[in-house]
């Protein structure tokens, strides 16, 4: 995965709740077998209404999404995160996060920012005063700023650190196979396992 | 200091601990399927990995395959790319498989319970987000994405912070008609669709004790749908009951040791949580919804509420939107909605007991004229079960379609979706905009509430039927 340290672009703000993984990215885009290729599907219901935000000439080329609460709820597909990679997006900003959407962002190095909705409203105000602002994420100090808004974000500790340091996180946990190792000789005889099948 | 159900299960599955990390949890119990697992696989084969416990992982299809025609190749090319991918992994990476047409092919949340697989006390985690629904054993189950599938692949953990814990008590005893769907619908309609994010739940209480291990699933079900990260009932006889002739349940002195454990693991009398919810059971009534979000929805009862009935102007908004994209008008009596297809099936209500309900109230009674209803069992053995049972010719003498396992309409990935402007009555999960296919509109609803809504057309209750007509001559 690559470090993310800061990042600077323009932001498309998108006025609604509760946009769920399945408006993120419709399941029948799901059945690519590859890791990319995703951005047909992102926002699919909306890509064809000119009104929707992302359809706006203003709005190319953003790679910050400003979301209303409850961002990615619904189905752990990873699929959410890769399509907004796949579009271009880096930072995602809202005041709620689905869990498992927050968690996938992580592991896959896009930036879940959580903020008050107050910081929401600021920022929807600010570039939809004009479209051209840049905003600045920077993950070292945990702000986010753009045009007079500055403002601090909240990611856990732990996300936070391998996203700087762009670490991939099958490799840190392989190195404490010892432990798991050990772990395992302590399981009770009468945990199941699939092995051999029995019917 | 005592310590709740939820602290004990995570606690016996730590591997390493350390200040400002998550814990690195073991995995007890791995389920696999075709959607959220092939960019794992592939990630193992880039870096050289193999699968750590092939013994501890199971795969089946589900969420990609068609109901119908199962015996031929699946006719779109690309759901059979991925089809054909999982069953190619799994042979590379020596994982068992239950493939179309096999019994213990179905829904990943029916097939662990149904082999005996889900048991008290463990972690169970898959790439889908209704994983929450084996914590109905009492054990700590969440769905995870594909990042953290091919992390459970290769290590056999899965590193997690330590969430909160909620108890929500539903005291008193359901009213007759009302079942775990209407109880969970409600929850979610009091807590919101954010209620429960950060907590590990515990569903306790005299109407929770008294569910069936198959409702007790329909309520642990539902737990993403109001964001906790997993649900989870306290193991009891009833569980015990339920497991004991399971394939893979223990055996012998193996049975006598784990149900000893497995007693061990209800929450302490002097355990504390961090939030308490309580409910009664006897305020509770048949429950649908009305919006595109779990939490929008009433009693059946009751009429389409309008934008200005919510103070929050946020839930003002959700509402004014989710009203237009339901094609509905506030005030309209939830029961004169007219529903185009029911849909009875899913992780939430495709397992036997659901079939029942629904056959229940559909014998000697017919689908609707203008309103279809599609009856997809959770696994080829709940479909082998209700034949046995006679419930497929009740559900086919009724007009309903008869279909082969898999999660169906419930997403709207395979054949069976709903047209642009379709009005479902779904015992499904969710009802997100295009959920069940592009433009769709989706009411949640128990079984009960599913059969009687394909009796009259319009959303309804077993109790709004008049009686079954028996011939004259009886």
């Known amino acids: 995965m690559e470090a993310f340290t800061q990042h600077i672009g323009t932001a498309a703000p998108l006025r609604r709740s509760n946009v769920d993984t399945d408006q993120i990215i419709p399941a029948v885009y799901l059945k690519r077998v590859t890791r990319t290729g995703f951005e047909d599907g992102l926002f699919a219901a909306w890509r064809n209404d000119p009104s929707f935000v992302l359809n706006q000439p203003e709005y190319d080329g953003v790679s910050v999404l400003v979301a209303g609460p409850d961002f990615g709820t619904g189905s752990s597909r990873e699929h959410a995160v890769w399509a907004l990679l796949d579009y271009g997006f880096r930072v995602v900003v809202s005041s709620r996060f689905g869990d498992i959407f927050r968690g996938n962002s992580g592991k896959a190095g896009l930036l879940a920012a959580l903020v008050e909705q107050d910081v929401v409203e600021q920022l929807w105000t600010t570039i939809e005063s004009d479209p051209g602002t840049k905003v600045t994420v920077d993950l070292e100090n945990k702000t986010i700023s753009a045009g007079d808004v500055s403002a601090p974000f909240e990611i856990d500790d732990y996300t936070r650190y391998r996203l700087l340091n762009g670490l991939d996180d099958v490799g840190i946990t392989l190195s404490h196979a010892d432990e798991i190792t050990a772990y395992e000789a302590t399981r009770p005889s009468f945990k199941p396992a699939t092995l051999p099948a029995k019917a | 200091m005592g310590r709740t159900l939820s602290e004990k299960v995570w606690d016996a599955h730590v591997v390493r601990h350390a200040d400002g990390e998550p814990d690195l949890l073991y995995i007890d119990l791995h389920l696999v399927h075709e959607v959220t697992s092939p960019q794992a696989f592939d990630g193992l084969r880039l870096a050289g990995r193999g699968v750590r416990r092939p013994d501890l992982t199971i795969a089946t299809e ?79 189950a969440f769905g995870i994405g594909t990042s953290e599938v091919e992390h459970v692949l290769a290590t056999q953990t899965l590193m997690q912070a ?239 379609e008869w279909r082969g396992a898999g999660c169906s309409m419930c997403l709207g990935m395979n054949p069976d979706q709903l047209a642009p402007g379709e009005r479902s009555a779904s015992t499904s999960n969710r009802n997100f905009e295009g959920r069940q296919g592009k433009g769709g509109r989706t009411h949640l609803v128990s079984p009960l509430v599913a059969a009687a809504t394909a009796v009259t057309g319009t959303l309804a209750a077993p109790a709004d039927l008049p009686p079954v007509a028996v011939p004259a001559n009886a």
């Open chain 2, 162 to 400: 330590r969430p909160k814990t909620m108890a929500v008590t539903v005291d008193g005893v359901l009213p007759d008609g009302v079942s775990a769907k209407d109880l969970v619908l409600a929850l979610i309609a009091q807590v919101g669709t954010g209620g429960g994010q950060g907590y590990i739940v515990e569903y306790r209480g005299e109407a929770i004790r008294a569910l069936s291990m198959e409702a007790r699933m329909t309520i642990c079900n539902m737990s993403i749908e109001w964001g906790a990260k997993a649900g989870m009932i306290a193991p009891d006889e009833t569980t015990f009951a339920y497991l004991q002739d399971k394939p893979h349940a223990p055996q012998g002195v193996d049975w006598e040791a784990a149900v000893e454990y497995w007693k061990s693991l209800a929450t302490d009398e002097d355990a504390t949580f961090d939030r308490e919810v309580v409910l009664r059971a006897e305020d509770i009534a048949p429950f649908v919804t009305w919006g595109t979000n779990p939490g929008q929805g009433i009693p059946l009862s009751e009429s389409v509420p309008s934008p200005d009935d919510f103070d929050n102007e946020n839930d003002k908004v959700a509402a004014e939107r989710a009203l237009e994209y339901m094609g509905l008008t506030a005030g309209t009596p939830m029961r004169e909605i007219h529903v185009d297809t029911v849909f009875l099936g899913s992780c939430t209500n495709g397992r036997i007991e659901d079939l029942r309900a629904a056959a229940g109230v559909l014998a000697g009674r017919k689908v609707a004229e203008g309103t279809r209803m599609l009856v997809v069992p959770g696994s080829g053995r709940v479909r082998l079960q209700a034949e046995a049972e006679g419930l497929d010719t009740i559900f086919k003498d009724a007009g309903a």
């Open chain 2, 62 to 140: 589900d969420h990609n395959v068609p109901t119908f025609d199962v015996d031929k190749p699946i006719a779109d090319p690309v759901s059979r790319t991925q089809v054909d991918t999982l069953r190619k992994n799994a042979e590379e990476f020596g994982i068992r498989i239950h493939t179309l047409g096999d019994p213990d092919q179905g829904v990943v949340h029916v097939i662990g319970p149904q082999l005996g697989l889900t048991q008290p006390g463990m972690t169970v985690v898959c790439g889908d987000s209704h994983t929450s629904t084996h914590g109905a054993f009492g054990a700590i």
